[in-house]
C-alpha cells in the first residue's frame, strides 16, 4: 500500500469511525467476530525534514531516524555510557590527547560495499566543516577534535584540542560511506531527495520527504535481523498522531511534555515511560554567605519537599537522583534519598551549625544576629518550576529559613544567574551526555563551587576505560552528595506511547528513542476479503492516468 492510498485510507477510517462510534466503534460495528492478524507493517509520524542528510540535517526527526539508518563509532546506551558500535576497541595515548579506534572488520554498507577507515575520516571531514559554522547538530561533539587521520584501513587516530574533550562520548556523530558522495563538499549539501545509504539496522527503500519515509531490513546488517518494516508518516504536527492510534494508523510515538498525561487520558494506548537527558534542580550561589555554608546547604536540601513536587509540580513524570550525573551512570546507586524531607532535621542541622532562635519569630538569625533569609530566583516562563518554588519555599520557612521568591522572564533569569545574583535558584539541563556534566562541576563553574578533590576525580576519570571510571566515580559522587553544589530535584521522564495490540521490547531511550523497534509487531484487524485487490487496481488507475 503507498503512502498516498494509506494517507486517503486513514481519512476514511477517521470519518467512518466517527460516523459509527455509536454503533459499537471503529472497525466491526459490534461485530465480534472481527478477525485479527498479527503484521510486521509498522506506521510511525515524522514531521517535514529538510533532508534525511545526517552531514547536514538539523531537524530532530531526520537526527531520530538516521539512529536506524547509520552507526557511529560508539554510541550511548540506555545508562549514558559509550559503547561501541563500529569500533572494535579503543586506546588513549599517555598523554591523554589522542584516542586510536580499531574498526570492526567485516562490517559493510546497506548496499553491499565495506566498510573502512577511509569512511570515517570522510565522515569526520564533512561533518567538522558545517561544524565551524554551528551547521551541524553535532557541533558540541565535534568542536574539540583537532585532525582524524587514518593508521590503516582499519584503523583511525584522533587527535583533540585538550585532554578534557578526549572521550569516547565525542566519536557517537554517524558514519556515512564515502563512496556514496563525490566530494566531502558534495555530503555537506542539503538534498531533499537524498538517499540514505547506512551500516545499521534498516534500509531506506523510499525517501520522499513529502510524503513519507519506508525502512526495510537491511540484509546487510551485522546484527539481529529485523522481522518488520516501517513506514514513516508526514504529518505537520506529530502531537495530532494520538488520534490515529485507536484507529490503527500509528504504531509508535513518543512524548516528551510532563503534562502530557492529559493527552492521553481518552486514548486507548499503552505509555512506557523512560528517563530524559533533562534534569531538574536547585543551584547554591557560593559567592553568598549564607549558601557558601554547606549546613545551610543541607539544611535547605531536607527542607524540600521533591516527592511533591515530582507529584504537583511535574505530573509524576520525573524520577529521583542524588545528584545531576545520569541515574545509574556507570552503574552506581543515584537515589539513597540521602537527605529525605524533614523540617525538623533541616532546624537542627541549623542550630547545631550555630545558627539561633533568638526573637522566637521561626526564622534563624547567625551569631552576629542577621537573619537567615534567602533569595530563590526561578523564571516566571516554566510554571513546574514557579509551582516548585513555592513548595520549596514553604519548606525553607518551616526550617527557619527565610525565604524570598523572584520570579524573572527568562531574559532577566539569565542574567541574573550570570551576575551571581540570588542565593539559590531552580535551574535545569539538558545534557548531552555525562562528560559535558564536567563543566559545571570543575573551578571556574557558574555557582563558583570549588573543590580540588572534585576536580582531582574529573581529571583522574579521563582516558580510562568504562570499568576504571566505576570505582573513581562512586567516590567523586559520594563527595557530591555531602557538598551539595546542587540539589536535584528529578530527572524528567518522557512516554513512549504503543497500542495495546504491539508486542516487542520496548526500550527507548533518550539516546535512541527507536532503540528496540526492530523487535515490534502490532496486532490489526484483517482487511475484507478483495479489498487489497481493488485498492491496488485503484492505485495502478491513478498511477497510469
Request: with cysteine; aromatic share 10%; glycine share 8%.
Amino acid at each position: 500500500m503507498s503512502i498516498k492510498r494509506l494517507l486517503v485510507f486513514i481519512l476514511m477510517l477517521t470519518l467512518c469511525a466517527g460516523i459509527s462510534g455509536c454503533d459499537g466503534g471503529f472497525m466491526g460495528g459490534g461485530d465480534e467476530t472481527a478477525q485479527t492478524e498479527r503484521s510486521a507493517d509498522l506506521y510511525f509520524p515524522m514531521e517535514r525534514v529538510r533532508t534525511l542528510n545526517p552531514v547536514s540535517g538539523m531537524d530532530e526527526d531526520c537526527y531520530n531516524i538516521s539512529k536506524l539508518i547509520y552507526q557511529g563509532l560508539f554510541a550511548l546506551g540506555t545508562d549514558a555510557v559509550p559503547y561501541p558500535q563500529l569500533a572494535e576497541s579503543a586506546e588513549y595515548s599517555e598523554d591523554g590527547e589522542k584516542i586510536t579506534v580499531v574498526l570492526r572488520k567485516g562490517i559493510k554498507w546497506s548496499d553491499g560495499n565495506d566498510f573502512t577507515a577511509s569512511d570515517v575520516k570522510f565522515s569526520y571531514d564533512a561533518h567538522m566543516g558545517l561544524s565551524r559554522s554551528g551547521a551541524s547538530l553535532y557541533t558540541p561533539y565535534l568542536q574539540g577534535i583537532q585532525s582524524v587521520k587514518v593508521s590503516d584501513s582499519y584503523k583511525v587516530v584522533f587527535t583533540f584540542r585538550s585532554k578534557e574533550e578526549c572521550v569516547l562520548e565525542n566519536l557517537t556523530v554517524p558514519i556515512v560511506p564515502a563512496h556514496q558522495f563525490t566530494s566531502v563538499s558534495a555530503a555537506r549539501a542539503v538534498k531533499d531527495d537524498f538517499v540514505p545509504i547506512g551500516t545499521g539496522p534498516y534500509r531506506v527503500t523510499k525517501a520522499d520527504i513529502y510524503d513519507g519515509v519506508v525502512l526495510e531490513a537491511n540484509s546487510y546488517y551485522s546484527g539481529d535481523p529485523v522481522q518488520n518494516t516501517i513506514t514513516f508518516i508526514i504529518m505537520p504536527d506529530k502531537s495530532n498522531a494520538l488520534n490515529l492510534f485507536e484507529i490503527g494508523a500509528i504504531d509508535f510515538t513518543v512524548l516528551r511534555g510532563v503534562d502530557r498525561d492529559t493527552l492521553l487520558n481518552n486514548v486507548e494506548v499503552e505509555e512506557i515511560p523512560f528517563l530524559s537527558n533533562e534534569v531538574e534542580f536547585i543551584g547554591f550561589n557560593f559567592n553568598r554567605t549564607a549558601t557558601a555554608k554547606r549546613a545551610v546547604r543541607r539544611a535547605a536540601a531536607y527542607a524540600v519537599d521533591r516527592e511533591s513536587i515530582l507529584s504537583y509540580a511535574y505530573y509524576g513524570n520525573g524520577q529521583l537522583n542524588d545528584t545531576i550525573y545520569y541515574p545509574g551512570y556507570l552503574g552506581a546507586e543515584s537515589n539513597s534519598d540521602a537527605y529525605a524531607y524533614n523540617t525538623k532535621m533541616a532546624r537542627s542541622t541549623l542550630l547545631k551549625s550555630g545558627y539561633k532562635d533568638n526573637d522566637g519569630d521561626g526564622i534563624l538569625e547567625s551569631a552576629d544576629g542577621t537573619p537567615l533569609s534567602l533569595e530563590l530566583v526561578v523564571n516566571s516562563d516554566n510554571p513546574c518550576r514557579v509551582q516548585a518554588a513555592k513548595t520549596i519555599a514553604s519548606g525553607l520557612k518551616s526550617s527557619g529559613i527565610g525565604v524570598t521568591v523572584t520570579e524573572l522572564e527568562w531574559e532577566a533569569y539569565s542574567a541574573a544567574l550570570a551576575r551571581g545574583d540570588y542565593d539559590l535558584y531552580i535551574g535545569g539541563a539538558r545534557f548531552r551526555d555525562c562528560s559535558e556534566i564536567r563543566g559545571y562541576l570543575y573551578t571556574g563553574n557558574r555557582i563558583g563551587y570549588e573543590n580540588t578533590k572534585v576536580n582531582q576525580k574529573l581529571d583522574q576519570m579521563l582516558g580510562l576505560s568504562e570499568e576504571e571510571k566505576k570505582a573513581l566515580f562512586a567516590e567523586l559522587q559520594d563527595t557530591l552528595i555531602k557538598d551539595l553544589p546542587y540539589y536535584c530535584l528529578l530527572y524528567k521522564t518522557y512516554g513512549a506511547i504503543i497500542p495495546e495490540g504491539l508486542e516487542g521490547t520496548v526500550s527507548s531511550s533518550c539516546f535512541n528513542i527507536y532503540n528496540g523497534v526492530e523487535t515490534f509487531s502490532v496486532q490489526r484487524f484483517k482487511a475484507a476479503p478483495g479489498d487489497e485487490k481493488e485498492g491496488d487496481a485503484a492505485e495502478e488507475k491513478e498511477e497510469a492516468e
